[in-house]
């Protein structure tokens, strides 16, 4: 395949706000010409600021955004050959489909080439001619498939057909680069498969270069040339979707993106790596230590379901879904679940054995920057449980601009409530908000510290609790191996992200 020229370059881009938070860090990324790229991450991510930098609406605090090699940083936002399609597109209601579309033509001026009386050659800025606006304004709607509704009153139509007009107004001004801030997400679930396919199909037919950004993975794999996976601020990793899906690089990536069985593992001999109660064979891989504390990821489909001990690890179906196709299983093993896909009807209760190829078994290095729980659960009084211990939190952190209510809903700033009892969340707690004791008494929960490693400047411990769940702990003092120490978390220090969507617990 040819090469295609590089289009936009993020170099070392950064931002912070006035209040000094860290929004975007070290941002680099070159799009290639007709490339469909796809920021994803969680909310408040970045997301939306980086597009912003690239459409010119924040300048970066630093580093340098490049469009065809040139630094257009400080560029106007009008003077940049992108357009942008936000998530609330706002139409004009007064107007029709037609003039909606033909708004910003109206408006504009083209510098033109004029000889004035007295021959001179001049550079003049003319409005374009009616006839040219009808032509783009047409060739715009027949693009989003709109040409036989441009009489129709913008308030007449349905979400699909009106975020088809936005994406019109964008493309009319004929942009290199169409930039995309979630501009499904205000439709419903069958309206928004659709509109990915039609989208898909609007990028093949006008070959410039989509920049999407999205939450949603399942639209971001079934949509991109490539994904560049954000987390608070930081691109984790960037690769077609087939690389993001097969190949996470870290357990964040892989939790992010589909369904998978994340495990905490060691290694215990060369291509031998132990979880959940079993030694399994693994693929040989460089750089994994003896003894290494790592991630396992095993996706539902690679996990195979055998008859009682023919397996690695032994266990109970203790749930089935009928998916369709396949049932989805969950067996327990020992304490951790397994998720696991089979075409076969097993019944619940069933024992049962599991095996993995071990090329299907992705091992990464921990990820020891901040603890990270993925199966954490709110429980009824909005605390979160961890393991099996109980720590406060925050859960307003949740939906931007919430609060709790008397009875403990968490109500939306459009009023809508949120029932999160049950609730999976992923959890994270930095390295250096926990804080150890001797008291027993005091904290939230109690382990034995399992080991200790002096960084440069500071210990970092990892402490086990009764009920096998780990805490690392950057502290500045001094602990020996096999002590038993208190942890105490503060509320504002438990970071959490709801597994599934917000809207899944809106009560009436
Ligand atoms: N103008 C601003 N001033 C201060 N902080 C801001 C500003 N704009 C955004 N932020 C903060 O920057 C962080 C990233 O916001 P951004 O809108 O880029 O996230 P996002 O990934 O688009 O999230 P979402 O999926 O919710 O749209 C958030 O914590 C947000 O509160
Ligand atoms: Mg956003």
Not at 63 to 86: A, Q, Y
Not at 92 to 106: Q, R, S
Not at 198 to 203: D, R
Not at 277 to 282: A, F, H, L, M, T
Request: glycine content about 6%.
């Amino acid at each position: 395949m040819e090469e295609k020229a590089t289009i936009i370059s993020l170099k070392h881009v950064a931002k912070s706000f006035e209040d000094g938070a860290v929004v975007v860090n070290d941002f680099n990324l070159d799009v290639k010409e007709g490339e469909f790229i796809t920021i994803l991450g969680p909310s408040g991510c970045g997301k939306t600021t980086t597009l912003r930098m690239i459409a010119g609406f924040e300048t970066p605090s630093s580093g340098e955004i490049l469009l065809n090699g040139e630094d257009i940083s400080t560029l106007p936002c009008h003077k940049r050959p992108v357009n942008t399609v936000f998530q609330h597109y706002a139409l004009f209601p007064h107007l029709d489909v037609y003039d909606n579309v033909a708004f910003g033509l109206k408006m504009k001026r083209i510098p033109v080439e004029v000889t004035d009386k007295k021959g001179n050659k001049k550079i003049k800025m003319q409005r374009l001619s009616n006839k040219v606006i009808d032509e783009k304004v047409l060739h715009a709607l027949q693009i989003v498939d709109l040409d036989e509704m441009e009489d129709r009153d913008v308030g007449t139509l349905s979400g699909g057909q009106q975020q088809r007009v936005a994406i019109a107004r964008a493309i009319v001004n004929e942009p290199k680069v169409l930039l995309l801030d979630e501009p499904l997400s205000a439709l419903d679930h069958k309206m928004r498969k659709d509109m990915q396919v039609e989208l898909k199909e609007m990028h093949k037919k006008l070959g410039i270069t989509f920049f999407y950004v999205t939450h949603d993975q399942e639209e971001a794999l079934t949509m991109s040339d490539r994904i560049v996976v954000m987390r608070r601020g930081e691109i984790q990793q960037v690769g077609t979707p087939e690389q993001i899906y097969n190949e996470p690089i870290n357990a964040f990536v892989a939790d992010f993106i589909g369904e998978s069985n994340i495990y905490n593992g060691t290694i215990e001999a060369p291509k031998r790596v132990r979880f959940i109660g079993s030694v399994w064979k693994c693929p040989e891989e460089e750089g994994f230590e003896l003894n290494e504390k790592v991630d396992i990821v095993i996706r539902p489909e690679d996990v195979i379901l055998l008859p009682k001990g023919e397996g690695i690890a032994n266990g109970v179906i203790e749930s089935k879904i009928f998916k369709g196709v396949h049932y989805e299983y969950i067996v327990k093993v020992g304490k951790n679940e397994v998720l696991c896909r089979d075409t076969r009807n097993h019944e619940v209760g069933k024992e049962i054995s599991i095996r993995v190829e071990p090329d299907n078994l992705q091992l990464m290095h921990k990820d020891f920057t901040i603890n990270q729980y993925v199966d954490a659960l709110i429980d009824n009084a909005n605390n979160v449980i961890i393991g099996e211990d109980t720590f406060q939190c925050d859960v307003t952190q949740l939906l931007k601009g919430s609060s709790l209510d008397d009875q403990g809903y968490l109500v939306g700033p459009d009023g809508k409530k949120y029932d999160l009892k049950n609730a999976p969340v992923v959890a994270e707690v930095p390295l250096d908000k926990v804080a150890l004791s001797d008291d027993l008494s005091i904290g939230q929960t109690q382990g034995k510290i399992i080991s200790a490693v002096w960084i440069g400047d500071h210990w970092q411990y990892i402490i086990r609790t009764d009920d096998d769940e780990d805490f690392v702990v950057n502290s500045p003092y001094t602990w020996n191996v096999y002590d038993l120490v208190s942890i105490q978390i503060e509320k504002a220090d438990i970071l959490l992200r709801l597994k599934k969507g917000i809207e899944e617990y809106v009560i009436d």
